[in-house]
């Protein structure tokens, strides 16, 4: 028998039998978020030392930033000028700016610290696999001035991007909380989705530039930008429950 069901049955309005059903949809939804993320994270480094110890691996992943390195120079440009961008010094400069915008909107400090924690989070894991693993960076990134000083797995400028894009898209949540009443709740959720196809295209700029400079291998940029999210996601499952419960 099911939650709404055993309710009525002791006789409990079905109000409160909706928001108990919701409730235990969360905290179960919660759940398998955060095991998920929790196994990921536990794969990750192993997958970057099997990589970092492939030499098949490693000379397919050459190949195939040596095809790009051929591609229009104009891209190459682009690709710079997101280096900088999302550098360490870019990613702060940006978070600052949604985190005043965010301000602005929400007026809660601490709506904005929840959003900047959820976002941020996944740059202390990517740091501290990278230093776990330390796989070296690609030969095509020898020469290069945009080279950073860190080991190459995972992505971190990827990772940044995330951190840019997942800020971006609460900010533009509480934008439209604030805009548009509960009875207008489609308009909520267009204005949301073409925050989250925003935040997509940016990320995979990010992570298309970095191959095109031939700073990262391809599994560097596809593990940042499928874990990162995620991570971001728990963290954000996590505290609703906790305010819920508070």
């Given at each position: 028998m099911g939650v709404l069901a055993r309710c009525r049955s002791h006789g409990e309005p079905t109000v409160n039998a909706r928001l108990r059903y919701r409730g235990m949809h969360t905290r179960n939804r919660t759940a398998a978020v955060v095991t998920a993320t929790v196994i990921l994270c536990c794969i990750v480094p192993m997958i970057g030392v099997a990589l970092r110890n492939s030499t098949i691996a490693t000379a397919r992943e050459t190949s195939v930033l040596q095809t790009l390195a051929a591609w229009p120079e104009y891209l190459q440009d682009c690709?710079?000028?997101?280096?900088?961008?999302?550098?360490?010094?870019?990613?702060?400069?940006?978070?600052?700016?949604?985190?005043?915008?965010?301000?602005?909107?929400?007026?809660?400090?601490?709506?904005?610290?929840?959003?900047?924690?959820?976002?941020?989070?996944?740059?202390?894991?990517?740091?501290?696999?990278?230093?776990?693993?330390?796989?070296p960076r690609p030969i095509t990134a020898i020469g290069s001035g945009l080279l950073p000083g860190d080991p190459s797995f995972p992505s971190g400028h990827t990772a940044a991007a995330v951190i840019v894009s997942v800020m971006m898209i609460l900010t533009v949540r509480n934008l439209a909380r604030k805009r548009f009443p509960d009875t207008e709740a489609s308009k909520r959720r267009v204005l949301l989705r073409r925050a989250v196809i925003g935040a997509v295209a940016l990320v995979g700029a990010v992570a298309c530039s970095r191959l095109l400079l031939g700073l990262h291998y391809p599994t560097d940029v596809m593990i940042s930008a499928t874990i990162c999210p995620l991570i971001s996601y728990a963290v954000w499952c996590v505290w609703r429950i906790g305010a819920r419960r508070a």
């Open positions: 690709s710079t000028v997101l280096a900088y961008l999302f550098s360490t010094v870019g990613c702060i400069a940006l978070v600052a700016v949604l985190v005043v915008i965010d301000l602005r909107i929400t007026g809660s400090a601490r709506i904005v610290c929840r959003d900047v924690i959820v976002s941020a989070t996944p740059i202390v894991y990517v740091t501290g696999v990278k230093w776990l693993v330390e796989r």
